[in-house]
């Protein structure tokens, strides 16, 4: 199970910061991932990190501006967002994929989804 939290209302050029807890296994050896849904608008890649935090993808759009991150011990997974825009209004998801060193883009590589969390900027 996954359980993202952190969203809320930010001025354009703040920051959040978002976290996804693991609980019920292990997702330590897998490839963790950020998607986000804008109203009217199809899942979007954001960030991916593979096992061990040695790998990271990122969407063009968030490039610079967001950080992904993983604790293992802690079964957590992060995203740090600054300079936040507008147009970075979403729901969140966090998820987990099928493999451990790839960082791919591509929501059907990730069976594993948590519930989102709403992240609003307003300008």
């Known amino acids: 199970q996954l359980q993202a939290s952190g969203g809320g209302v930010v001025q354009a050029g703040g920051s959040l910061s978002l976290s996804c807890a693991a609980s019920?296994?292990?997702?330590?050896?897998?490839?963790m991932g950020w998607f986000r849904r804008a109203s009217g608008n199809e899942r979007e890649f954001v960030a991916a990190?593979?096992?061990?935090?040695?790998?990271?993808n990122y969407a063009d759009s968030v490039k610079g501006r967001f950080t992904i991150s993983r604790d293992n011990a802690k079964n957590m997974l992060y995203l740090q967002m600054n300079s936040l825009k507008p147009e970075d209004t979403a729901v969140y998801y966090c998820?987990?994929?099928?493999?451990?060193?790839?960082?791919?883009?591509?929501?059907?590589?990730?069976?594993?989804w948590g519930q989102g969390t709403q992240v609003t900027v307003s300008s």
């Open positions: 998820a987990v994929s099928r493999s451990g060193g790839l960082v791919s883009s591509l929501p059907s590589l990730y069976p594993y």
């Open positions: 019920g296994r292990t997702f330590s050896t897998y490839t």
């Open positions: 990190i593979n096992w061990n935090g040695g790998s990271t």
